[in-house]
């Protein structure tokens, strides 16, 4: 069975950087590529950034392009979002995926306040 477990989400002032991570289970997360989703309240969940298997790819929402840095580990099977510079925009709840997608986990509550 596939897991998606997300954390390091939490209450934090803007500017103040956190890592978000998510361990993945049951599959060889190795093959697959990796997204980070956020939804934030009453609006639809929207991709923030993906990183290819090899890394080579990567890709970033334009609202966060420059502040969030995707990453993986395969030997531990996680993958990492570094935010750097939060705003209160980025306030929501962040979700990993691979790609191609699996069922969605719990995901990780991020509140930037001002």
């Known amino acids: 069975q596939v897991q998606l477990v997300e954390s390091g989400g939490g209450l934090v002032q803007a500017g103040e950087s956190l890592r978000l991570s998510c361990v993945a289970s049951g599959i060889a997360f190795r093959n697959y590529g990796v997204e980070w989703y956020r939804q934030a309240p009453g609006k639809q969940r929207e991709l923030v950034a993906s990183l290819t298997t090899g890394g080579v790819y990567i890709r970033y929402a334009d609202s966060v392009k420059g502040r969030f840095t995707i990453s993986r580990d395969n030997a531990k099977n996680t993958a990492f979002l570094q935010m750097n510079n939060p705003k209160p925009e980025d306030t929501g709840v962040y979700y990993c995926?691979?790609?191609?997608?699996?069922?969605w986990g719990q995901g990780t509550q991020v509140t930037v306040s001002s």
């Open positions: 995926n691979t790609t191609p997608r699996r069922a």
